[in-house]
């Protein structure tokens, strides 16, 4: 059933709310990313991209394949460390790799998302 970009971003959030990944509740649509100290890991979901092309069928007038582009943003925080180099930096990384597979599990193996 197709259903318009707003749709899917809103099913992408709540998928993702639902998996209770290492974000929590933390998940946001565009126009609504209160990103402060304290409250991150937080994911942000928009779709920024979408590309309709007619199926060219003479019968069917509206009849489109469209594309929708989900950018699923991850935000993380690890503190500078004093005299350990790049401490901070490969912290935030490991937080960010460990909630790609989550957000990916999340995503993929929702029904209501496909």
Do not use: C
Not at 89 to 110: D, K, S
């Amino acid at each position: 059933m197709p259903f318009a970009s707003s749709d899917l971003r809103a099913r992408v959030v709540t998928a993702l709310k639902t998996a209770n990944t290492g974000a929590g509740q933390r998940v946001y649509s565009p126009r609504d990313w209160p990103l402060i100290d304290g409250i991150l890991p937080a994911i942000l979901v928009s779709t920024p991209a979408e590309d309709m092309t007619p199926r060219n069928d003479p019968t069917q007038s509206l009849d489109y394949t469209t594309v929708t582009t989900i950018r699923i943003e991850t935000r993380v925080e690890a503190p500078a460390q004093a005299g350990t180099g790049n401490a901070g930096a490969a912290a935030a990384l490991a937080a960010l790799e460990a909630l790609q597979p989550e957000i990916i599990a999340a995503v993929v193996n929702n029904n209501a998302v496909d």
